[in-house]
């Protein structure tokens, strides 16, 4: 493998993202994509943001996530979109973008001989040219199980984050996904 890069929130961001509240969490009305960012209380009423993001893995090759902003003016047209309830902990999904040479005919002969796929890390095969693991989604795992929140990058509207709830909806994401507790995020190296 030539590249492998990671695109994870550092330390203090995952202890700021551990004090969001339970609660309403909003939407910029007056933003075009609507979804690009999405905005939580914290413990000592600040203002948490959670972004769709975009990170150069190598040139013409990107992977989207999510990262946490620093809000310094909360937005005027704020929408409340949904509510987290309780919270006992948080789960960080992670997807992996690579790169790997197109098999003979995959790709028509005058395109590029190279295929990009996305999944779990378990997926990522041998002849991998480069790869790039970002934050997907995050899980908002409620006190009493039944009723989670998911924001997750919306692969369907670009630049678009989304809320999922439902178990059955969040685990079908999930599916795509490697999940990590806190520490575990932020022990995390790309393999050699």
Known sequence: MKI?????????DVEILGAIKGGSYFID???NPKWESVYFRSGNEEWIALTWNYFDIEFKFET?????????????????????????????????????????????SHY?????EAGRLAQVPADAISAGTSLYAIVFRSINGDSDVMISIDDNIRFSLK???????????????DVFTSAELLAWQPPL
Do not use: H, M
Request: charged content about 25%; proline content about 8%; hydrophobic content about 40%.
């Open 64 to 108: 989207f996530g999510i990262s946490r902003e620093v809000v310094r003016k909360v937005p005027t047209a704020l929408l409340d979109v949904g509510s987290i309830p309780e919270f006992e902990k948080i789960d960080f999904c992670v997807r992996t973008e690579w790169t790997r040479p197109a098999s003979p005919g995959e790709v028509p």
């Open 112 to 116: 590029e001989q190279v295929i990009e």
């Open 4 to 12: 492998w890069k990671s695109f994870f929130p550092g330390s203090d």
């Open 163 to 177: 809320s999922v709830t439902g178990s059955a909806k969040i685990a079908a994401i999930l599916q795509s996904c």
């Open 29 to 31: 009305g007056d933003n």
